[in-house]
């Protein structure tokens, strides 16, 4: 080596060690604390902040770092920040390199109190004094093309203890409290997973509401922070407060978790969520979620009693019929479907002794909703809330002080539906009717709802009902057609309205339309036309027979003693035609084949009060008791007796009917004016036929001569 060379390696050499011995100098002769009113002084200049700095301020050269006790800090003299303690230290080397690292980030005794006042405004934009024109921020410089650096930072160990933020929201009156908030991460390198372990407990008010929580993972950063996994996460969260009824909630969530915000995905593969001995689990991945959502994988609900997790939840259920009922349930399904939709195919649920599959299809967008389902059996009485007893005495009260009349269908809410619904069951009890093999399928949109069709087994026989209702307009329109065959009409009408008239198998076509959203205004406007026909039947807790009797015994001036006879009367085919307007059912033309008589009547049913106001006749057709006194003559055949059926239909078994002696007289009357007029009519015919027979005599003796 030449001496020149030489030279400059000894100068170069002797130069950095008064550089470094420079730097140590200013490290060890320099005191930043000197700085203090200063930096104060500033901060007081360009913000609204009260910067009082009462800790020691530190640095130190190898590792570079900078450390800060005791800051406070007022604003609008109001306390807004203190920090106990803040340690930054970065190696030297590691910034020459251009790739940062950190030896450790540790923040301790932090506390921030934020606001919001009642117009909305928080107390951090304060800080800043307000300027006459916006800043105008420049934009980023852009290295030339080829020539750009990712930046690479790595930290060796962040440590966060002892952090508590205050925020109070003068418009609703809540209060959130974050404290107790720690955080650990170590050997934080991007595109590297590192472990992480954070806990913090949250107090909220109106409701009142305390939540802890602690989480374990190992998370790695992707590039520019645009993607971000949690592997073999382990959380925890207990919640507990008003919305419990202060009882303790205990949430676990355990898995793996991925989100690629530049692939616009998140993957939940597998994940377990536990809430108290619930138990979730899923393989889900979601694409374009930034977009049009798309969802693939599984979720399934093991087995758990809903009731008794209300119950661990401070819920209380209403009382029902059975209580029983919500003892289990479980789900399990498939999740996918276009972009933009959520279908769960297949679906399958069971609740208590009920199972429940198909699909479910739920459109994003236009929250359309598409579902088909069947059902094996559910008895829904067991849901329904307890008929309650009312006492003796209480029921005229009760009526005279009905509760008010509510609108039946939220028509707001119908006019946002838009689904397509079908539904088969094998068994559906509700009321005490049971319905076999339903068939549902329903529609909805643009606030047109239609069932088309609705269809079952009840009793025996079959029914079948197409029905639209129009909610578009303020006052909705409903229009029902419906067909019934063979169905027993006794357990139905008893469960229905407390009829117990009538049995027999009904066949009956209906064509309705009314308007309204109340029961009072449906019936009402109620338009419409049916009929029917009862085939196999009875008139239960009445006698026709024993009105018949009655009459004919009058009819032979003799007495009869009915009232040991049998309640009830059998009819073979009973038929009428009816039009409905408002609260009257009219009918014009029953007929019905009793045993040695013929039924024919007309009348009106209001359907408001159940009231029956009817006009019947008997037909002698035949002999219709052994009685004697019912005895039947040829003068007695084609004689109408009488029957007025006026009364409630409602609770007492048996038509409100009798023998109406008052027609019965006018008909007597009226038989007796024809039979006097056609004995009279007799009388001069035999007149006329004597005076015919003395005038052939008398001109046979003349002739005869």
């Known amino acids: 080596m030449s001496s020149a060379l030489r030279y400059l390696v000894f100068a170069l050499a002797g130069l950095l060690a008064l550089v470094g011995i420079a730097a140590a100098s200013l490290l060890f002769l320099f005191d930043p604390n000197d700085f203090k009113p200063q930096i104060e002084k500033a901060a007081e200049t360009h913000t609204r902040l009260d910067l009082q700095l009462d800790g020691d301020i530190g640095w130190s050269f190898i590792p570079l770092g900078l450390e800060l006790n005791t800051v406070k800090a007022r604003l609008d003299n109001e306390p807004f920040l203190e920090l106990e303690h803040l340690v930054a230290r970065v190696s030297l080397r590691s910034l020459i390199k251009m790739q940062p690292a950190v030896h450790r980030f540790e923040l301790a005794g932090l506390e921030l109190n934020l606001a919001l006042d009642k117009e909305g405004r928080g107390n951090w934009e304060r800080i800043m004094p307000e300027s006459g024109a916006d800043a105008q921020e420049s934009p980023a410089e852009q290295a030339p093309e080829g020539e750009a650096k990712t930046l690479v930072f790595n930290i060796s160990e962040v440590a966060i203890s002892d952090t508590r933020v205050h925020y109070h929201d003068a418009q609703s009156g809540q209060t959130t409290t974050l404290d107790n908030f720690a955080l650990q991460a170590s050997d934080i390198t991007p595109q590297q997973a590192f472990p992480l372990n954070m806990q913090f407990h949250l107090a909220t008010t109106e409701p009142a509401m305390d939540i802890l929580a602690q989480l374990q993972a190992n998370l790695t950063l992707g ?93 209380s259920l209403p009382p029902m019929q059975d209580p029983n009922t919500l003892r289990k349930l479980s789900l399990d399904t498939t999740l996918g479907g276009e972009p933009g939709q959520v279908a769960l195919k297949p679906l399958n649920i069971a609740l208590d002794d009920t199972k429940l599959n198909g699909e479910v299809r739920y459109t994003l967008e236009t929250g359309a909703v598409f579902a088909r389902l069947n059902l094996d059996k559910i008895d829904a009485d067991r849901y329904l809330a307890p008929t309650p007893e009312e006492p003796a005495g209480e029921t005229q009260a009760a009526s005279a002080d009905p509760a008010p009349e509510t609108d039946l269908l939220p028509l707001e809410t119908l006019r946002g539906l838009r689904f397509d619904a079908g539904l088969n069951a094998g068994e559906l009890i509700i009321n005490q009717i049971p319905i076999r093999q339903l068939v549902l399928n329903a529609s909805a949109a643009d606030g047109v709802i239609k069932v088309s069709p609705l269809s079952g087994q009840l009793y025996e026989g079959r029914f079948q009902a197409n029905a639209t209702i129009n909610a578009a307009d303020a006052t909705p329109r409903w229009l029902v057609k419906a067909n019934v065959t063979d169905v027993k009409t006794l357990p139905l009408l008893t469960q229905l309205a407390e009829m117990q008239q009538f049995s027999g198998l009904a066949n009956i ?86 045993k040695g008589m013929a039924l024919e009547g007309k009348g009106q049913v209001d359907i408001a009060s159940m009231d029956l106001n009817y006009s019947a006749g008997l037909r002698i057709l035949g002999n219709i008791h052994e009685d004697n006194a019912c005895r039947v003559n040829d003068k007695l055949k084609d004689l109408v007796i009488p029957v007025k059926c006026k009364g409630s239909l409602v609770g007492d078994k048996g038509l409100p009917c009798k023998f109406d002696t008052a027609r019965f007289r006018d008909t007597i009357a009226g038989k007796a004016k024809a039979e006097a007029k056609e004995k009279a009519s007799e009388e001069i015919d035999r007149g006329k036929e004597k005076l015919k027979e003395k005038a052939r005599d008398k001109l046979q003796k003349f002739f005869g001569q």
């Open 223 to 315: 590039e520019q922070f645009k993607r971000v996994m949690l592997d073999s996460l382990s959380s925890t969260v207990s919640l507990q407060g008003d919305a419990t009824n202060q009882k303790k909630i205990d949430l676990a969530l355990n898995g793996n978790i991925d989100a690629d915000l530049a692939q616009s995905q998140i993957k939940l593969s597998p994940l377990k969520l536990s809430l108290n001995k619930v138990q979730i689990d899923s393989n889900l991945v979601v694409s374009q979620f930034d977009s049009t959502p798309q969802l693939a994988g599984t979720l399934s609900i093991a087995e758990f009693s809903p009731r008794e997790l209300l119950a661990q939840l401070g819920q």
């Open 509 to 594: 076509n209906l064509d309705l339309n009314t308007t309204g959203n109340r029961v009072s205004a449906l019936r009402n406007n109620a338009k419409g036309k049916a009929d029917f026909a009862i085939k196999q039947g009875k008139f239960e807790g009445t006698s026709m027979a024993a009105y018949a009797c009655q009459g004919i015994a009058l009819m032979h001036k003799e007495t009869i003693d009915t009232s040991a006879w049998p309640k009830a009367t059998s009819f073979e085919d009973l038929s009428g035609a009816i039009t409905i307007n408002g609260n009257s059912i009219d009918n014009s033309a029953l007929t019905a084949q009793l």
